[in-house]
């Protein structure tokens, strides 16, 4: 790449893009409104970004439809399940709130996009309220709402992210197990983990 052409500054990414215009701006507004609710009921799936001292870190989040709960119009509630416990996203929080949420929707292109600020909270009745059969999150992630707004679906048409002829099979892919043993040190049954991971899987989802 050229030294040259790259962009390092505001002024040269306007000069490129131009100014943003009509609904890319105001489809912005600093509360849930109705409709974004009803997005966040419908996702299954959101993607939580935080930054910390140790850089950068998004975290898939995924649970039925409306597993996110809207507290009200300022505030969205999300269960820290199960997980494999490096809770990266969490050490962010605790060092930086800023956070950023990415909604997903199956079949729908458009995203929705939440920025605001979190904290963690461990409240026993406040778990209660994300009991799975009778199985509690860790915590819950309060998010406090700075900026709301849908995303249009260019990337997800793009992507045709939604389109079953799309889909791969795994087994195109190396294995988890493959994965963990190739890159890692220390010496790993790459053949162990990979029996019946799934099943352990689907056995500590909560």
């Known amino acids: 790449m050229s030294v040259s052409h790259r962009i390092t500054d505001v002024a040269g990414l306007e ?14 507004v600093d509360y849930l409104h109705p409709h974004y609710q009803a997005m966040i009921a419908a996702s ?37 399940r199960r997980g494999n416990n490096r809770i990266d996203s969490l050490r962010n929080i605790v060092a930086n709130p800023y956070v950023a949420l990415l909604f997903l929707i199956p079949g729908i292109g458009e995203t929705l996009r939440v920025n605001g600020r979190a904290e963690i909270d461990t409240d026993p009745v406040l778990l209660a309220r994300f009991s799975v059969d009778g ?6 992630v309060v998010v406090s709402v700075d900026t709301v707004f849908f995303q249009c679906s260019r990337a997800i048409f ?10 791969i099979e795994r087994a195109s892919l190396p294995s988890l197990g493959k994965m963990v043993a190739d890159v890692s040190t220390s010496q ?4 162990a ?10 056995s500590t989802l909560y």
């Open 15 to 28: 000069a490129l893009y131009g100014m943003p215009a009509g609904a890319s701006v105001e489809k912005e």
């Open 44 to 80: 299954p799936f959101v993607v939580l970004a935080t930054s910390g001292p140790g850089g950068v870190d998004t975290s898939p989040r995924g649970d039925a439809p409306g597993f996110v709960i809207v507290e009200n119009e300022k505030t969205v509630l999300i269960p820290d």
């Open 135 to 140: 199985k509690l999150p860790r915590s819950v």
């Open 158 to 167: 793009r992507s045709r992210l939604w389109d079953p002829t799309q889909h």
């Open 188 to 191: 790993f049954d790459a053949e």
């Open 193 to 202: 983990y990979d029996r019946g991971l799934y099943e352990r899987l689907k």
